[in-house]
Structures are given as structure tokens and as C-alpha cells.
């Protein structure tokens, strides 16, 4: 997994936000049908994202992810904004995911997703930039590639399993 921060920056509330650029690339032991069907499904994720507690569609088809975060000594609710773009199903789409939090800042970013069938198997290539500002930003490059690196590894390690069980 490739990871890299830009340059930091001002936002309008006075608070410092940083921009990370976050890319990397997983095989999978299942057909890119298999795949994107599950990338889309809300029980799928519910079950794979670390401290998650529920993810849900709404009727205009963004999904709506509550749980739980923990980085270091810090625990948090939080709630994030998922809204899938279908640019070629079942090959690429697009995330744009918005984090908001009273006290803690948040977090936004847009991921490109790109799944290529193999023999056998899937590709699965991601790249994605996100900006993050207060408490996120000032918890420093090291944690927050950690904590991403951590995140990352551990849902495919439960997408792929939770898959292989059905």
C-alpha cells in the first residue's frame, strides 16, 4: 500500500488540515462479480468495517455507516456519508465518503475503485485523496498512516473471508 501526505493548510475555521493521497492494491480469491456485488452490499460492509455498528441505504442510494473509532488511547462514535458513483459497473466506481464530527473536525475524501478479473480471481486497485482537519490533522502522518494501513488490511482480511463463507 502507497501512501503519501501533501502539503498542509489552512481551513476556514483557523484549524490545520492535511491532504494524504492513499493507494493500494489487493488480489482476491473471487470473481469481480463476486466482488463488486459485495462492495455494494450494506450487510457485506456492515460486517467488515472495523467497529462498525450499521450501514444503511437511503432512498437516494448513499449509504450511511455508523461506528466506532479507535486510534491509540482515543475512542469515538462517528458517522459517515458514503455515496457510491457506478461509473462501470461491474469494473470502477467512484467513493466519496464525508466524516463530521462535533469536537474531533473530520475527514472527506473520493477513492477510485477499479476490479480486474483474473484467472483466477480479482484485482482490486484503489486510490484515493482525502483531507482531514482538527483533531484527525494533528494526530500527525505516522498515526494516521498506522491507523489506515490497520484499517485497510483488516476489512479485506474480513471481506475476503465473509465471501468465501457464502
Not at 489487493?26 to 450494506?42: E, K, M, S
Not at 462498525?52 to 475512542?75: M, T, W, Y
Request: net charge positive; aromatic share 8%; hydrophobic share 35%.
Amino acid at each position: 500500500m502507497h501512501k503519501q501526505f501533501g502539503s498542509n493548510k489552512r481551513d476556514p475555521s483557523g484549524s490545520s488540515a492535511r491532504n494524504a493521497r492513499i493507494s493500494g492494491c489487493h488480489r482476491l480469491p473471487l470473481t469481480r462479480d463476486q466482488v463488486w456485488q459485495a462492495l455494494n452490499d450494506p450487510g457485506t460492509l456492515e460486517q467488515c468495517i472495523k467497529g462498525c455498528n450499521r450501514v444503511k441505504i437511503d432512498q437516494s442510494g448513499e449509504f450511511h455507516a455508523e461506528f466506532e473509532f479507535r486510534l491509540g488511547p482515543v475512542k469515538k462514535k462517528l458517522v459517515a456519508q458514503l455515496i457510491v458513483k457506478e461509473t462501470a459497473p461491474p469494473a470502477q466506481y467512484q467513493l466519496i465518503s464525508i466524516l463530521k464530527t462535533r469536537r474531533m473536525g473530520g475527514a472527506s475524501g473520493c477513492a477510485t475503485v477499479q476490479l480486474d478479473q483474473l484467472n483466477p480471481g480479482t484485482q482490486l486497485d484503489y486510490n484515493a485523496d482525502i483531507e482531514v482537519d482538527g483533531w484527525f490533522a494533528l494526530m500527525g502522518e505516522r498515526a494516521i498512516h498506522a491507523a489506515a494501513g490497520r484499517y485497510m488490511q483488516l476489512f479485506f482480511e474480513r471481506f475476503v473471508e465473509l465471501i468465501n463463507k457464502t
